[in-house]
């Protein structure tokens, strides 16, 4: 077995200088990258702060207490994350998805929500506006998030077994918290929820099926997650990845399941059916089934570098441009410059690898703590 290497500091790469092209973008023109892909899901990173401390994405070993994380005044404001976003949804975007970190850690979030709500596509449709948080604040902050304008939330759980959800976190937190922060959360109208779990062989497979139950019929989304070699600190091995396509056999030998057409292009899970009705279940199978192919998806980290991979190595500096008097257009068009310079699809690529490469035989990516998930 290969010893396992956790570096002592997470990568948080310097920024690659963004350019402003001489030529202004042409409005409405079509925005796609050198593979053809569309430019349609942004996601923000508000904090790269975070409560709990899972194994896969913060493990406690090294974002301790001594652990630097960035300043206030690194941090973008709203403002500015509004700003950015508006350019964005002036070259296609139609869905923005909150992240952090924990992003409901980040103080008066709802003002945020509130100025993205506002938001319209060039031909004035609201946006799909929704969060990704591990529901530790949920239960207290569904209805003032509802009420701001978000539409809807995904929870992420990695299992209903206390001891092991608490072991899991490692902040002894308790899964009923998080199961009351669901319920609050359908109860204002924040859905559908989806409900992700990280599967880590080895250590919570045997909830597969006790998930499964307990959110079968329920009206909320489970999602299976192959565990991913994000980042340089969870100490990633494909021999703890268990495939979806084992996870789908595992419940259909219980509870049969029928595939669905995916609802949307770019979409990031699988979806199949409960053959008796009892609602969905997806599939995010990064490691075994590359969807790099139609991913339409950039992200913006805390401290404002746009990102075109959930494994990329180095962002693209947009706060210094915000920071530095560029105006809309400048903004809009670099934006634009470097997606059209997009070819980024590390998935598919990890799948050319021997089947026992670690992630450090990959090149040294940047956390998702850091950008998001």
């Known amino acids: 077995m290969a010893e396992r290497v956790i570096p002592l500091h997470p990568h948080r790469p310097a920024p690659q200088a963004l350019h402003v092209p001489a030529q202004a973008l042409v409005q409405g023109a079509s925005l796609a990258d050198q593979l053809g892909r569309p430019l349609r899901d942004l996601r923000i990173s508000v904090t790269d702060r975070c409560n709990f401390r899972c194994s896969y994405c913060m493990p406690k070993e090294v974002f301790d207490k001594d652990y630097p994380y960035l300043p206030q005044s690194a941090l973008l404001s709203f403002e500015e994350i509004t700003r950015v976003a508006r350019q964005f949804v002036q070259l296609g975007v139609r869905k923005i998805r909150l992240t952090g970190g924990e992003p409901l850690l980040r103080k008066n979030i709802e003002i945020l929500i509130e100025q993205l709500a506002q938001l319209r596509t060039p031909d004035g449709q609201p946006l799909d506006l929704t969060l990704t ?40 937190f308790p899964v009923a918290e998080v199961l009351a922060g669901i319920e609050a959360a359908q109860a204002v109208g924040l859905g559908p929820i989806k409900v992700n779990m990280v599967v880590k062989r080895g250590t919570n497979e045997h909830e597969i099926l006790p998930m499964a139950r307990h959110f079968h019929g329920s009206g909320q989304v489970l999602r299976f997650i192959e565990y991913m070699d994000v980042g340089a600190t969870n100490g990633w091995r494909m021999n703890e990845v268990m495939p979806s396509a084992e996870v789908v056999r595992t419940i259909s030998a219980e509870m049969p399941l029928v595939p669905m057409e995916a609802a949307a292009p770019g979409e990031t899970a699988e979806r199949w059916a409960y053959a008796d009705g009892g609602g969905e279940v997806g599939f995010i199978s990064s490691v075994t089934q590359a969807f790099c ?32 008097g560029a105006s809309d257009a400048e903004l809009a068009a670099a934006i634009a410059h470097v997606w059209q310079g997009r070819s980024d699809r590390y998935s598919q690529l990890r799948s050319q690898l021997p089947a026992d490469a670690s992630s450090a035989t990959s090149g040294r990516r940047v956390e998702m703590s850091y950008i998001g998930g």
Do not use: I, P
């Open 133 to 172: 948080t591990n529901g530790s604040l949920l239960a207290r902050k569904a209805q003032s998030l509802k009420d701001a304008g978000l539409q809807r939330v995904t929870v992420s759980l990695d299992g209903l077994d206390d001891a092991v959800f608490r072991r899991m976190n490692d902040v002894d």
């Open 293 to 324: 192919g139609d991913c339409n998806r950039a992200r913006l980290s805390t401290e404002g570098q746009l990102y075109l991979c959930l494994f990329a190595s180095q962002g693209h500096d947009l706060r210094t441009l915000l920071r530095g």
